[in-house]
């Protein structure tokens, strides 16, 4: 039998959720739940039951799994009430707002014996694959520094994501996959969590953060995002011992990758730099452009929801598990809280 979807917040991402299940075969959305009643009216346009109330949209015993794609603090309470009536929930990003909402949300479902997973798609763009294939081959050696930065020049955020009380600004919209990322490539444990927030056009929420994680083995990652940017700094930007990875950006097929290897550290001439002369920033020895013999990833995002049907079905492994979930919550909030301190807060693995 194939899988049956409910869907809770019909707006943007319930949208794109309906239209992308609907192209892999075995999977359809049955219903849409959503207070708003011009979102139950674009349900119906679309040809899912629609409901207004959620005691109705949970009556309804052909949905096996919800999508929860509501603004982000009415998550928790949502996947609680799923799981209470035995539909397996997968809930979008941020999961919740605070590690012991997601504590309460693993916990259902588990006494209900729900599958429970998050919507963590962003670990399925091609960017980051190049990025975690290049590392996991070690064609530029043993990594040192991981730059992972998002700027954008639209300034304004708009609607519930520039609302404290929703859970917006950018730490819990962009940060939380691009900590994922990290987290789901480097399994070393963390020893160390700096961050700096600042709001520059939105007063209420973060709409710029610069995070810097600290890793046992002394690898340094620093994760940037900001909405006021209208000089874009790479997506990626990777130091290691034997090359460097710089990927422009994620939204175009274009630059995708420039991977440069040093062939031999031999010393370079001194170069003038008008006030000063330098050898250690000049010219380099012996520096090749080096074509990675590794494939390019096609990643498919949709296997998303293939994982979550195999492990619905058949018990397999979630790709996206709650206790990674989970460790990512934890370095939100330690970043949040080192934001407040000013001081950095070591991390205690679990
Ligand atoms: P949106 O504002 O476009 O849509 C939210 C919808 O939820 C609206 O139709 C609203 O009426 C409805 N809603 C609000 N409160 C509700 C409630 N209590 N019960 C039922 N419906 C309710 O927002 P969006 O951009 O679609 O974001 C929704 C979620 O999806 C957020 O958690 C966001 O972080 C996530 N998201 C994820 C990605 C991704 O790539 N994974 C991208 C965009 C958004």
Known sequence: MGLRFGIIGYGGMGGWHKRHVETLEGMEVVAIHDIDPARVKAGEADGVRSYLYLQDFLKDSEIDVVIIATPNDFHMELALACAACGKHVISEKPVALSTSQL?????????????????????????FRKVMNVLQSGEIGKPYVIESRVHGPNGAIHGWRSKKAHGGGMMLDWGVHLIDQILWMIKTPIKSVFCRMRSVMNLEVDDFFRLQMEF??????????????????????????????RIESFTSEGSLTILKRAAQ??????????????????????????NSTLEDPNPDWRDFYRNVKTAIEDGAELVVKPEEVRKVMRVMEASFESDRTGMPVVFCED
């Open 265 to 290: 550290h031999t010393d370079g001439p001194l170069v003038d730099t008008g006030a000063g002369p330098t050898r250690t920033f000049g010219k380099v020895g012996g520096v090749e452009v080096y």
């Open 103 to 127: 504590d309460e949300m693993i916990a259902a479902a588990e006494r209900h014996n729900v599958v429970f997973t998050v919507h963590q798609n962003r670990r399925w763009d091609r960017d």
């Open 216 to 245: 046992v083995d002394g690898l340094i990652a620093f994760v940037e995002v900001g909405t006021m940017c209208l000089e874009p700094l790479p997506r990626w930007h990777v130091g290691g011992s034997l090359g460097t990875v």
